[in-house]
């Protein structure tokens, strides 16, 4: 009997200890991803949590230091029925969808560009990086000289060429200023498609080309049939992160046209500056962040959504 004792006293604290050792353990994890979960707490949770709330109640300069009154939902239709919101989400629109467009086309030709070995391709490859290097600041402010009207390079190329007769005023115009602020966008943008699609293409299997070559597939069949079926993850990658980047693009629009003339160059994170700095409506530009997290949300959730197709196929 002692000796069975003696062995259920000894499994029981083999067992104690075992549960002691895998508490230790757990509480272990969690402090190594405490100040992680600090930080995220700190800084995005707080941040959009009161961003959420001010939404809903009428925070100005004037009562700042006051208690502010709940005002429901009426921040949100004051935003839907400003014109110039519904002119801001058009121009926003507008950018992001061009940017993309030529930042991915671009750059994807570039990267099946540098894919191909040939001597000074490093050299080159780290010359182009160097757009995306560049302050934006630095960037806005060239482009801005660039593009100006008495003494801008771009309209001394243009009447030098012969392509118009007396210099546009590109970044005062309200046809043209828009665009402006989009080319200089897309030169910042295309290094960073190039180097994510050509890290892609460099991962590609070099059997599944040779053994097309064998059957008789040309260099289209191959790109059409091999290289954008395999580079698909990437690209819808690549593709998220940019609509969300540019999306919320503020500095390069700051520092070219500020918004104008008349708000033609105004996207919704200009707007949403104005509303809470310019106009020290806090709650309007909060209510104008809120919506473009809602549209983010959305284009998040639709990639996720082709993710899990293109897992499930």
Known sequence: MNIETDISLQRNITMESRKKAKRKKVLGNYLFILPGGIFLLLFLVFPIGYNLKITFEDLTALNILKDQSFVGLENYATVLKDKIFLLSLKNSVIFTGLCIFFQFTIGFAFALFFNKKFPGRNVMRALILIAW?????????????????????????????????????????????????????????????????????????????????????????????????????????????????????????????????????????????????????????????????????????????????????
Do not use: C
């Open 133 to 313: 290097m560049i302050p934006l600041v630095i960037t806005g402010t060239l482009f801005k000289w660039m593009f100006a009207g008495d003494h801008g390079i771009i309209n001394h190329l243009f009447m030098w060429l012969g392509l118009i007769d007396q210099p546009i005023h590109w970044l005062i115009n309200d046809h043209t200023s828009l665009y402006s602020t989009i080319i200089a966008n897309i030169w910042i943008g295309i290094p960073f498609n190039m180097i994510i699609l050509l890290a892609g293409l460099q991962s590609l299997p070099e059997e599944t080309y040779e053994a097309a070559k064998v059957d008789g597939a040309g260099k289209v069949r191959q790109f059409f049939s091999i290289t954008l079926p395999l580079m698909k993850p990437t690209i819808l990658t690549l593709l998220v992160l940019g609509i969300i980047y540019t999306f919320k693009v503020f500095d390069i629009i700051l520092i070219m046209t500020g918004g104008g003339p008349v708000n033609s160059s105004t996207v919704l994170p200009f707007y949403s500056y104005e509303m809470a700095f310019t106009n020290y409506n806090f709650s309007l530009g909060a209510t104008v962040n809120t919506i473009m997290l809602g549209l983010l949300i959305l284009v998040a959730l639709v990639y996720l959504w082709l993710v899990r197709k293109e897992e499930n196929v």
